[in-house]
């Protein structure tokens, strides 16, 4: 009796993974595929030199972000190069000094490969003027060259979350001096191959 049920078993096995194959072949067509878009948004730690006599004073702030995302159907790696030329100091730290702002978009869907790759390299600006100025260059540290005075340091994973356009995962670049912090969010986006 245990023989027939277990023989009965063995016979179905060829039929059950045929069946998995089978649906496997008919739901490739619909196959889930994946684009990204990075967003930026900057702000400034309460320790920030800019709060202590800049309060709403008038600045500016450039910086570069190194950006690869590659796959089979999408290939771009370049620098993107945003700049704010009107931005307002703050009452405090809890408004940011750039509002979310869009910074890169992929037109194309492509298989599910990972996040982009991100990095703010360099960060100029300033604020105010006449002797009261703040300026602001960090750049990240390079083999073989000297710390840089206001150190830039990339790559600060922040806790995954989801807004209005859905779930991201965020980056921050924070100065060690001049406390300002750049964070880049990046939203998978779901779209059919």
Known sequence: ??????????????????????????????????????????????????????????????FTVRLS?????????GMLHPSFPEITVPDGSAKPLVQQTKLWEEQVCHQRRGLPKVTVTQLSGRFGEGEGRVEVNAIIRHIGLLVPPDELTPGIKLAQGSDNLG??????????????????????IDCAL
């Open 1 to 62: 009796m245990r023989f027939r049920a277990f023989a009965s078993f063995l016979a179905l096995i060829p039929f059950a993974a045929g069946g998995a194959l089978c649906g496997r072949a008919f739901g490739a067509a619909g196959e889930l595929g994946v684009r990204h878009r990075i967003d930026v948004v900057v702000s400034a730690e309460p320790d920030s030199p800019i709060f202590q006599h800049l309060k709403a004073a008038k600045g500016q702030l450039t």
């Open 69 to 77: 995302a590659n796959s089979k159907e999408s290939k771009f790696f």
């Open 167 to 188: 779930l991201f995962y965020a980056f921050r670049a924070q100065t060690r001096n001049s406390r300002l912090n750049v964070d880049l969010k990046i939203y998978p």
